[in-house]
């Protein structure tokens, strides 16, 4: 199924962790709607099509506004509403309703949709499938300047209005459901989503003329009105995840919004003005247009319940606003990190030929790795939105780089492992920038390291040549692995398995942190001395979950241009990555771009003068 960057980006749904996908595996899902069901469904194709998740899905309704490649593909077919009553085989209902649209004929309208929601809940009553139904903030009526609404609060609807009518449609539908569930009890989960941004989603908002303007440098305006909560599309297909994987609590509603996306236009002016500058002529209007299109909701239990949202407004609008550039060269994506990546990579490149110049006085073997061997190839040098630089080494040539390194790094920059620093507990060794700060979720509650501006060298260890030799080390190295981040970051064990998290819970609160560690480096180097190994593994990185590859791959090396310097390959790059990527040829998804690394704290010091 061919899409564009932008619908390719919603519907790899990159923000949703591959174990929450995974739990659709298999299933048949009768989806229902209008542009947030089309979206849906062809989310959940491509995740079929593309990442082998065999997901069977069925639209109730009209296709004939679907990508012909979608209507082809076999794990998509439409059903008309004469016809439901023969379904049997449904794990899961998801019913868009109303969510995000406009009615075009209030009455044609609410008659369709309660047809709508009697069949498609005969389908749940007689399957038990799990069903979620997606609302908006406009069934909470007309609220209150100021007010955030949760779940259970609710202001007065209008009676002329056109979006107290669909506030009135909505509420209607919602409780058609509860009361067909409370008749036959099937799991029913409710989704109220803000207002739903998605760059070629269909769905339509009033922002939109102002984000158009934007994109062509010219003049709009914007109500001016109170506070709204706002979502990208994404994270609302997270949340529908969430609830079909049985995640969220049955019988329970949920606001759905972005992540810091509760703001009014003054401050949707503010944030374009900030990515855009002049190109965003934006003059704000006293009306209250804005407010009649929903109103602030707290998304807090949705939270609680550790669906947590991925995009920020600053991200949603950036994404929408690149979806009306035509020219090419104006879809270059904002500058991230506040400015800084440019500075950022030339430091990194400073790295890496620091890192070559070691590595040939030492005759040491090593190879760019991971995001960094996928720059060098796709993009020359590095890829444009990334923060970040990675080598890779075979175990001798790993240790024979941890033992010289710090005396032959220059001033400025230092390495780190668990022997130099005692109170690091990464899989695998760093270097870093002093005097700077780059912290992630992940570092930045480490203040008792160094967590300047790294740099990741990673080993590439020898594994068992049997199968089942590979699978029990493969699944010994996950477990002192998570003994050790677990231990270290003070969290708890959720791997999906009750019995597997139980006992690795255990063993976390049973083994001083200092041990696990010992455990996890003898585990993952455990075959460091076998002759005529085979086969390797990414014991230190996140391909670990690709399990092993042929060590051959990485015999040979070429040299590959990276930002103007020959720099070390394996001469079967292609093999590699593909391993590891499979197309990687496709760059990530778009919204993944805008910043590949989630930096909470950043501070590069006087390097600032390279940008």
């Keep these: 199924m061919k899409l564009n960057e932008f619908e390719a980006d919603w519907a790899a749904m990159p923000q949703v962790e591959k174990e929450k996908l995974q739990k659709l595996h298999h299933m048949t899902i009768l989806v229902s709607g209008h542009s947030l069901a089309r979206c849906l469904c062809y989310a959940l194709v491509w995740q079929s099509e593309r990442q082998g998740r065999d997901i069977h899905v069925l639209y109730a309704g009209d296709s004939t506004d679907f990508y012909p490649a979608c209507r082809e593909s076999t794990y998509f077919r439409t059903i008309d509403f004469n016809s439901i009553a023969e379904l049997n085989n449904i794990d899961a209902i998801v019913h868009t309703g109303y969510c995000g649209e406009q009615s075009q004929s209030f009455p044609t309208d609410f008659a369709e949709e309660v047809r709508c929601v009697n069949a498609l809940a005969s389908v749940a009553k007689r399957t038990g499938a799990q069903t979620v139904l997606l609302s908006d903030s406009r069934v909470y009526g007309n ?23 669909e506030g009135q449609l909505l509420r209607v539908t919602e409780n058609l459901w509860h009361c067909h569930q409370k008749e036959k009890h099937f799991p029913l989960t409710v989704l109220r989503t803000g207002i739903v941004l998605g760059a070629y989603s269909g769905l339509q908002t009033f922002l939109d003329e102002a984000l158009r303007a934007v994109a062509n440098g010219t003049p709009c305006t914007l109500p001016n009105g109170g506070k709204l909560s706002f979502v990208y599309i994404t994270d609302v297909f997270r949340a529908i995840v969430y609830a079909l994987g049985k995640e969220l609590r049955d019988g329970q509603t949920y606001n759905v919004t972005g992540n810091n996306s509760t703001v009014s236009a003054g401050t949707v002016a503010a944030m374009l003005h900030d990515v855009y500058g002049d190109k965003a002529h934006i003059s704000l209007t006293d009306t209250n247009e804005a407010e009649s299109n929903g109103c602030a909701i707290s998304n807090g239990k949705l939270i609680n319940e550790g669906c947590a949202p991925a995009l920020g407004m600053d991200t949603a609008l950036e994404l929408c606003v690149m979806s009306y550039q035509t020219d090419d060269g104006d879809r270059l994506l904002p500058n991230t990190h506040d400015g800084r990546l440019d500075a950022i990579q030339k430091m990194q490149l400073t790295y890496l030929l620091e890192v070559d110049r070691i590595c040939k006085k030492h005759n040491i073997k090593y190879f760019l790795g991971g995001g960094t061997l996928l720059g060098a190839i796709r993009h020359n040098g590095f890829i444009p939105w990334d923060d970040d630089s990675d080598i890779m080494m075979l175990r001798e040539d790993y240790d024979r780089f941890a033992e010289i390194a710090q005396s032959e790094l220059p001033a400025g920059m230092t390495f780190q492992s ?16 002093e005097n700077t700060v780059f912290a992630t979720a992940l570092a930045k509650n480490h203040t008792d390291i160094n967590v300047g501006i790294a740099f990741d060298i990673f080993c590439h260890d020898k594994t068992a040549n049997s199968r089942i030799g590979r699978k029990i080390h493969l699944a010994a190295t996950l477990f002192t692995r998570a003994l050790v981040l677990n231990k270290w970051n003070h969290r708890k064990a959720d791997n999906g398995s009750r019995l597997q998290s139980a006992v690795t819970n255990f063993c976390v609160k049973l083994f001083p942190l200092r041990f696990s560690y010992f455990l996890m480096n003898h585990t993952i180097s455990f075959f460091k001395r076998k002759k ?17 590859f042929d060590a051959s791959i990485l015999d040979e090396v070429i040299e590959k241009d990276f930002e103007g310097y020959p720099l070390p390959i394996p001469k079967r790059y292609d093999e590699y990555l593909t391993f590891l990527y499979g197309d990687y040829m496709e760059p990530a998804p778009l919204s993944t771009r805008l910043g590949c690394h989630e930096i909470l704290l950043c501070d590069i010091g006087k390097y600032d003068t390279l940008s």
Excluded: I
């Design 143 to 165: 609220g209150k300047r100021g007010r955030v609404y949760a779940e259970n609060e609710y202001a007065p609807l209008g009676n002329t209005d056109a979006a107290s009518r």
């Design 418 to 433: 668990g022997k130099t620093d005692k109170n690091c507990f990464y899989e695998f060794n760093k270097l870093r920038v």
């Design 532 to 548: 005529n190994a085979r086969y390797l593994y990414d014991g230190m990185g996140r391909n670990v979950y690709n399990g092993s």
